[in-house]
């Protein structure tokens, strides 16, 4: 598809260096790549700390460029504890705050898109996303990188019965099928759009890719294995945020079990409104270490440093999300040890190139962790073959072209 002018409108973006942003950014860039000139409305960085980025403190709406992207970042409420209806608040005020950018970007002819893309989450910018397509006679592209709906019924932040969980769905599915094409992560979650009553027709899936920023390096990996006083130990990895969706506490439940093994340390890396209780729990175990998220610079070494990575995530959230962080942690060349069930996207990404254990229970994850830990051979073999499925099916250039192709 040949495009002119792209308007995006979504919550997060970089700085912002886990989960949505950094593959916002990458979109972004993508499509200015091709020729067409691209402007974004976004909020002001906030994520994963929740709270925003001290940058980006006070003022209003703000103008920049990243590369050849026109940025709008837009000024939102930000909760310091993300609790159900906060969250609510803190999405309203980016659908209230990114209508102002987002319709202004359609009223001259130098500006008007002839495609608006909005992210979900935030499910609740995809309104002012329609009206600005709709004004300037451009198709909208929804693409969903979970169902924040599902997630939140999943892990407790919203009660399954009543009223408000009937509307939240029903305002779910309506909203989805807005858009003239929609798009996910994975073919587990394509299947749940068409459940949700889009056409499938419209529906494709658009994975989300290896970042190419965080290539393996051994030298910087060996700094950080002094840095932490990791010597020769088996290092288990978890990088990224860490909230309800993750499940993470079954990894200090795991490392409980692990005491005796002084050889094995699990490694947390991460920022989130679940980090303070990680913490309590983890308190005077000596085989598990909490560092905050690391910079962009040092996660290629900081994936490398690792003999294995954890991927941790709760029943309840099985394919309305895939997560985006288990692209970086293939392309690094180290097998992953995954908590999920067979029959989800997680488990046919992971098969063949990991160990998978049942979500919430710790004894088979301690027992993965252990025998991957005792048999050198086998984590390199399904090291290698994670280095070797990055590349196969996790390819930016061939994701995004085969992306456009199906929005023609």
Same mark, same amino acid.
């Given at each position: 598809?040949?495009?002119?002018?792209?308007?995006?409108?979504?919550?997060?973006?970089?700085?912002?260096?886990v989960?949505?942003?950094?593959y916002?950014?990458?979109?972004?860039?993508?499509?200015?790549?091709?020729?067409?000139?691209?402007?974004?409305?976004?909020? &002001?960085?906030?994520?994963p700390?929740? &709270?925003?980025?001290?940058?980006?403190?006070?003022?209003?709406?703000?103008?920049?460029?990243?590369?050849?992207?026109?940025?709008?970042?837009?000024?939102?409420?930000?909760?310091?504890?993300?609790?159900?209806?906060?969250?609510?608040?803190?999405?309203?005020?980016?659908?209230?705050?990114?209508?102002?950018?987002?319709?202004? !970007?359609?009223?001259?002819?130098?500006?008007?898109?002839?495609?608006?893309?909005?992210?979900?989450?935030?499910?609740?910018? @995809?309104?002012?996303?329609?009206?600005?397509?709709?004004?300037?006679?451009?198709?909208?592209?929804?693409?969903?990188?979970?169902?924040?709906?599902?997630?939140?019924l999943?892990?407790?932040?919203?009660?399954?019965?009543? %009223?408000?969980?009937? %509307? !939240?769905?029903?305002?779910?599915?309506?909203?989805?099928?807005?858009?003239?094409?929609?798009?996910? @992560?994975?073919?587990?979650?394509?299947?749940?759009? @068409?459940?949700?009553?889009?056409?499938?027709?419209?529906?494709?899936?658009?994975?989300?890719?290896?970042?190419?920023?965080?290539?393996?390096?051994?030298?910087?990996?060996?700094?950080?294995?002094?840095?932490?006083?990791?010597?020769d130990?088996?290092?288990?990895?978890?990088?990224?945020?860490?909230?309800?969706?993750?499940?993470?506490?079954?990894?200090?439940?795991?490392?409980?079990?692990?005491?005796?093994?002084?050889?094995?340390?699990?490694?947390?890396?991460?920022?989130?409104?679940?980090?303070?209780?990680?913490?309590?729990?983890?308190?005077?175990?000596?085989?598990?270490?909490?560092?905050?998220?690391? =910079?962009?610079?040092?996660?290629? !070494?900081?994936?490398?440093m690792a003999?294995?990575?954890?991927?941790?995530?709760?029943?309840?959230?099985?394919?309305?999300?895939?997560?985006?962080?288990?692209?970086?942690?293939?392309?690094?060349?180290?097998?992953?040890?995954?908590t999920?069930?067979?029959?989800?996207?997680?488990?046919?990404?992971?098969e063949?190139?990991?160990?998978?254990? =049942?979500?919430?229970?710790?004894?088979?994850?301690?027992?993965?962790?252990?025998?991957?830990?005792?048999?050198?051979?086998?984590?390199?073999?399904?090291?290698?073959?994670?280095?070797?499925?990055?590349?196969?099916?996790?390819? &930016?250039?061939?994701?995004?072209?085969? !992306?456009?192709?199906?929005?023609?």
């Open positions: 598809m040949t495009l002119s002018k792209v308007l995006i409108v979504g919550l997060n973006y970089a700085p912002e260096q989960r949505i942003g950094p916002t950014q990458g979109l972004a860039q993508a499509l200015a790549e091709t020729g067409a000139e691209v402007s974004a409305v976004v909020a &002001k960085p906030y994520y700390q929740w &709270k925003t980025a001290a940058a980006y403190t006070g003022g209003g709406y703000r103008e920049e460029l990243d590369g050849a992207v026109k940025l709008t970042r837009c000024p939102i409420y930000v909760p310091a504890q993300p609790s159900g209806l906060k969250r609510i608040i803190h999405l309203f005020s980016f659908m209230v705050s990114a209508l102002y950018p987002a319709l202004r !970007a359609v009223q001259g002819r130098r500006t008007r898109p002839d495609l608006v893309i909005t992210i979900a989450p935030a499910l609740l910018g @995809i309104p002012a996303a329609w009206l600005a397509a709709r004004l300037a006679g451009a198709r909208l592209w929804i693409h969903v990188q979970d169902f924040e709906v599902e997630a939140a999943a892990t407790g932040l919203m009660r399954g019965t009543g %009223l408000a969980a009937r %509307l !939240a769905r029903w305002t779910e599915n309506r909203l989805l099928g807005l858009g003239d094409r929609v798009s996910t @992560i994975s073919p587990q979650m394509c299947a749940k759009l @068409i459940a949700k009553g889009v056409a499938p027709e419209r529906v494709f899936e658009m994975r989300n890719w290896a970042d190419d920023r965080f290539a393996p390096d051994p030298v910087g990996a060996a700094a950080i294995r002094v840095e932490w006083g990791l010597d130990r088996t290092v288990a990895l978890y990088s990224g945020d860490i909230a309800r969706k993750q499940g993470i506490e079954v990894l200090v439940e795991a490392a409980q079990l692990l005491r005796s093994r002084r050889d094995i340390v699990i490694v947390i890396c991460g920022e989130g409104p679940n980090r303070a209780e990680l913490e309590q729990l983890a308190s005077g175990l000596g085989n598990v270490q909490l560092h905050d998220l690391q =910079p962009a610079a040092r996660m290629g !070494a900081m994936l490398t003999d294995l990575h954890l991927l941790p995530q709760i029943a309840g959230a099985a394919d309305l999300v895939l997560p985006s962080k288990l692209t970086n942690m293939l392309a690094s060349g180290r097998p992953v040890v995954a999920t069930e067979p029959g989800t996207g997680l488990y046919a990404e992971v063949g190139c990991g160990l998978i254990t =049942p979500p919430g229970y710790a004894a088979p994850l301690a027992g993965a962790i252990t025998r991957l830990a005792d048999d050198p051979a086998l984590r390199a073999e399904l090291g290698t073959e994670a280095a070797i499925r990055a590349v196969q099916r996790w390819s &930016k250039p061939a994701i995004i072209a085969a !992306a456009l192709a199906k929005l023609g």
